[in-house]
């Protein structure tokens, strides 16, 4: 009986040799594995990058803008957002200043006209108005405008340099009343702070900011006819190493969904 392998199983066997034979299988084998990680590690790096668009915002826009970023990520993979929200003067300072800012939506039309030249074709996409923050228990019994320049009660405004600043002072005229701010912020946030922190008898903030702070604070209307109305503007701005993303966020708080978002928190249209 025949005890060789046969012509096709022949082939298969292993050349003679077999250390190097088998030397060659593990280097081949160790290359292979090899390349495999590196190419699983070249996905991995690919999976991690992401975009970063960052927008510069009025600080009474923190609300809105965040929940429009949960909508604007998800639409466009990669990319996150990045806020600085702050006064609108401040922010102007820092864009003017080389700051690295994609977008810049103002809390009024007079910050943004500082930026004649890097911001590109803004647009108006919302309005605001004053109201009177007291915290829930009222301390000072404030009910008017008038209560506020009452003497003992505390009262906190923006600086005049600040959207709401000017907005209360523009109140203040109309109403031909004269009061004295224990207190200038640089952001209506700041404002609002104190007022739910109890260090401030009452705080001119923005409409939107009492209705985002929900039961912290308690809102007194302010008559029309002499309150103050800002127009909220939003622009992309020139230089921006995103130019694309930046008009597609532009877009969105312009668009019906941004509109949307906004006429809920309390905003006004432009």
Known sequence: MNTHPTEPL???????????????????AATTLLAGSLAACGSDTK??????????????????????????????????????????????????????ADVFASADTKNMQKLIGTALAPAAFATNTLEIAVPTDNPAHVRTLADLTTKGVQLVTCAPEVPCGAAAATVETN????????SEEQSVADVLGKVEAGDADAGLVYVTDVKAAGDKVVGIEIPGKVNAVNTYPIAA?????????AAAWVALVTGAEGQKVLAAAGFGKA
């Open 237 to 245: 701005l020139d230089g921006s190493k995103n130019a694309d993303l």
């Open 10 to 28: 022949a082939a298969l066997a292993l050349p003679r040799g077999p250390r190097t034979s088998l030397r060659s299988i593990t280097a081949i």
């Open 175 to 182: 109403a031909k009343l004269d009061w004295k701010p224990v």
């Open 47 to 100: 999976k991690d990058e992401s975009t970063t668009l960052t927008v510069y915002a009025a600080s009474s826009l923190k609300t809105v803008f965040e929940q429009l970023a949960t909508e604007f990520e998800a639409d466009h993979k990669g990319v996150k957002l990045s806020f600085n929200f702050a006064g609108s003067s401040d922010l102007v300072a820092q864009i003017q200043q080389g700051a690295p």
